[in-house]
């Protein structure tokens, strides 16, 4: 079964750093893009960033470019998401998704997410 | 505020057909035909519904549909059933191997 399972709730005060993971099973992990996408407490998906395995190739959305930090280790199959000093507005439930990409305009680009992590629910508070 | 604009909310009774758009530019929308949707129950993980404009994945029911016209995508429920109230979000490639998402619809099962 083709899965992402991603890492339990965290509690964090402001100013505390923070690793989240996603581990991927089912499928060959260096073959496929993961993304991680942001969803605030009543509110919508934001995209955050995407991240290509194989040779750790990064893009994040110019919303999220220099607030957090995307990477991947490939020999244990897992993404991650981090911070390195939280904010009270960080607080949110954060997924994890496996991309689809396609050769557009002569690169290849994400278009979709096929398979959902579960959320990893963060909240920051003093 | 979302790249992609959606109605905040839409509705329909059971056996009906609804409507949601996703309106864009030609950076995006108008300008690839990778556009897709998902859906997302109170409470759960977003689930893909529509790809590159109208396919559907395996396991999804045909009564869901997707189209494109000009910077204007839609997604199309059929034969409406109480399990599809939930929240619905477009995506659109942007290029730059960027695909922002649509501010989301909350569509209501009268």
């Known amino acids: 079964e083709v899965q992402l399972v991603q890492s339990g709730a965290e509690v964090k005060k402001p100013g505390e750093s923070l690793k989240i993971s996603c581990k991927g099973s089912g499928y060959r992990f260096t073959t496929y893009w993961i993304g991680w996408v942001r969803q605030m407490p009543g509110k919508g998906l934001e995209w955050m960033g995407i991240?290509?395995?194989?040779?750790?190739?990064?893009r994040y959305s110019p919303s999220f470019q220099g607030q957090v930090t995307i990477s991947a280790d490939k020999s244990i199959t897992t993404a991650y998401l981090q911070w390195s000093s939280l904010k009270a507005s960080d607080t949110a439930m954060y997924y994890c998704?496996?991309?689809?990409?396609?050769?557009?305009?002569?690169?290849?680009?994400?278009?979709?997410?096929?398979?959902w992590g579960q959320g990893t629910m963060v909240t920051v508070s003093s | 505020q979302s790249a992609l604009t959606q109605p905040p909310s839409a509705s329909g009774s059971p056996g009906q057909s609804v409507t949601i758009s996703c309106t864009g530019t030609?950076?995006?929308?108008?300008?690839?035909?990778?556009v897709s949707w998902y859906q997302q129950h109170p409470g759960k993980a977003p689930k893909l519904m529509i790809y590159?404009?109208?396919k559907r994945p395996s396991g999804v029911p045909d009564r869901f549909s997707g189209s494109k016209s000009g910077n204007t995508a839609s997604l199309t429920v059929s034969g409406l059933q109480a399990e599809d109230e939930a929240d619905y979000y477009c995506s659109s490639y942007a290029g730059s191997n960027y695909s922002p998402f649509g501010g989301g619809t909350k569509l209501t099962v009268l």
């Open positions: 998704a496996r991309g689809w990409a396609a050769v557009i305009s002569a690169t290849w680009g994400v278009h979709a997410f096929d398979i």
């Open positions: 991240i290509y395995p194989s040779d750790s190739d990064t």
């Open positions: 030609n950076s995006d929308v108008g300008g690839y035909n990778y």
């Open positions: 590159e404009v109208s």
